[in-house]
C-alpha cells in the first residue's frame, strides 16, 4: 500500500472513523498536567503529537495491577476460575517509536520459558499506530544512543509522521495496518510525500553502546556504583515510569474463603524487593539495586536475549524526584571506559 496523506482538517474525522471500528482506541490525553495513554472516548481529547507520555504505553499489555484468577473454597481443594475478556480488540495510538521498541523487547521475557498469556493476548489483539518524532523531546530522549532510530517502522502496524503544512503522512506497515487504513480510508488520500529515510541525526548520541556492556562485564564490584548512586532515595519511580521493567509480584488477596490472585508491578529499586524470609537482603544497600537496574539493563537481557532493556525514552531520567540520572552513568561509563583504553 502507497503511504496515504491525512490533511489536517480532516484529523479529527479520521480519529473518529478509528473510534467507529468496534474496536476500543487507547491513545494519548491530557489530564490534569500530564499526557496519559487512556481510552479515547472523542477525537477532542487525543493529544496526537505534542509531547511524550508521562508513563509509557505498557500498561496497555502488562497493566499495573490485574487479576490473573479467581478461586473459592471448594470440597477438598480450592476452586479456580480463569479471567475472560482480558484482551479486547485495540488500537494503541499515538506511541513514539521508542515505546513500540519496547514492546519488541519485552515479548522475549513474556514469550520466554513461560508464555504470558495476558500478555500475549493483549499483543495479538492490538493494532500500534505510532508517530514518527521530528526532533527530540527534551534533552533526556536518547534513542539513537540504544540503537533506535525516532522514525522508525519497526513494531508498528501503522506509522505517522507530521508534515510542515500540519498534515501527517500515514504509511501501512503491516497487513493489520493495511486492513485498518483500508477500513478508514474515508478521510485518507493518497500522498506524493516521500518518506524521510534518515532520520537517526536528528537525536544526538550520548554515549557508544558497544563500551557499556565490556564495561559492566568487568566492573560488578566498583566504588563505581556507591559514589554514582548516593543521591538515588529507592522511590522505583524510575521503574515504574519505564516502558521496558517489567518486574511484577504475585498475591493471594482472600476473604471468607474466596478471593483473587493479582499480578502487581514491582520495583528492583524497592529494599523489600529481594528481602528474603529469613531476613537477609542480598542487595540491601541501594547503590546494589540500582547496579542492579543498569546490569539487568545492559549486560543480562543483552547476554540472555540479545537485546538492550533501554530504549531510551528519557523518562526515567525525566520524571527521578531528585535527578538521579541514567544517562549520567552512561556517559560516564563511556569515559571511563575510553580512559581505560592504550593509548
Ligand atoms: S533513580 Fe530516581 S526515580 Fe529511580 S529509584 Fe532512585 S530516586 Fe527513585
Ligand atoms: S531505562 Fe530510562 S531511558 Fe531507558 S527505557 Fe527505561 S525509562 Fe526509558
Not at 201 to 206: F, G, L, Y
Not at 314 to 326: A, E, F, I, K, T
Given at each position: ?12 474525522d479520521?480519529i473518529?472513523?478509528?473510534?467507529q471500528t ?6 494519548p ?21 505534542e ?7 505498557k ?15 471448594g470440597?477438598?481443594?480450592p476452586?479456580v ?24 523487547v519485552l515479548d522475549?521475557?513474556?514469550a ?13 489483539n ?8 521530528l526532533?527530540?523531546?527534551d ?15 519497526e ?18 506497515v ?14 485518507l ?7 524521510n ?15 557499556v556492556?565490556?564495561?559492566l ?7 563505581f ?25 504475585l498475591?493471594?488477596?482472600?476473604r471468607?474463603?474466596a478471593?483473587?490472585?493479582?499480578k ?8 523489600l524487593?529481594?528481602?528474603?524470609a ?5 542487595r ?7 547496579r ?6 545492559f549486560?543480562?537481557?543483552q547476554?540472555?536475549?540479545g537485546k ?16 538521579h ?12 571506559s575510553?580512559?581505560?583504553q592504550?593509548?
Amino acid at each position: 500500500m502507497k503511504a496515504m496523506s491525512l490533511q489536517a482538517a480532516r484529523i479529527k474525522d479520521w480519529i473518529q472513523s478509528l473510534l467507529q471500528t468496534g474496536s476500543r482506541v487507547v491513545a494519548p490525553v491530557r489530564v490534569k498536567e500530564d499526557t496519559l495513554f487512556s481510552t479515547l472516548e472523542t477525537p477532542e481529547h487525543l493529544v496526537l503529537d505534542e509531547r511524550i507520555t508521562l508513563k509509557s504505553a505498557k500498561g496497555v499489555f502488562f497493566p499495573q495491577s490485574e487479576v490473573v484468577l479467581e478461586f473459592e473454597a471448594g470440597e477438598s481443594r480450592p476452586e479456580v476460575k480463569d479471567i475472560q475478556g482480558f484482551a479486547p480488540q485495540t488500537i494503541l495510538l499515538g506511541v513514539r517509536p521508542c515505546d513500540v521498541a519496547a514492546m519488541n523487547v519485552l515479548d522475549s521475557v513474556f514469550a520466554w520459558d513461560y508464555k504470558d498469556n495476558f500478555y500475549l493476548e493483549r499483543r495479538a489483539n492490538t493494532t500500534i499506530v505510532s508517530v514518527g518524532c521530528l526532533a527530540p523531546v527534551d534533552e533526556f530522549c536518547f534513542c539513537t544512543s540504544v540503537g533506535l532510530n525516532p522514525q522508525t517502522r519497526e513494531g508498528s502496524d501503522v506509522f505517522m509522521l507530521r508534515q510542515s503544512d500540519g498534515s501527517y503522512l500515514v504509511e501501512a506497515v503491516t497487513e493489520k495496518g493495511e486492513a485498518l487504513l483500508k477500513q478508514t480510508s474515508k478521510s485518507l488520500e493518497l500522498s506524493e510525500a516521500q518518506p524521510n529515510a534518515d532520520a537517526e541525526d536528528i537525536v544526538p548520541r550520548r554515549f557508544d553502546l558497544n563500551r557499556v556492556k565490556p564495561w559492566l562485564d568487568e566492573h560488578f564490584d566498583d566504588d563505581f556504583w556507591k559514589k554514582m548512586s548516593l543521591k538515588c532515595i529507592g522511590c522505583g519511580t524510575c521503574t515504574f515510569l519505564c516502558p521496558t521493567c517489567h518486574c511484577f509480584d504475585l498475591v493471594d488477596e482472600t476473604r471468607q474463603g474466596a478471593g483473587v490472585r493479582r499480578k502487581n508491578w514491582d520495583s528492583c529499586q524497592f529494599s523489600l524487593f529481594t528481602l528474603h524470609a529469613s531476613g537477609h537482603n542480598p542487595r540491601k544497600t541501594q547503590s546494589e539495586r540500582y547496579r542492579q537496574r543498569i546490569m539487568h539493563k545492559f549486560k543480562y537481557y543483552q547476554e540472555k536475549f540479545g537485546k538492550t532493556l533501554c530504549v531510551g525514552c528519557g523518562r526515567c531520567v525525566r520524571s527521578c524526584p531528585v535527578g538521579h540520572s541514567l544517562l549520567e552513568y552512561l556517559t560516564e561509563i563511556d569515559r571511563l571506559s575510553r580512559e581505560a583504553q592504550p593509548k
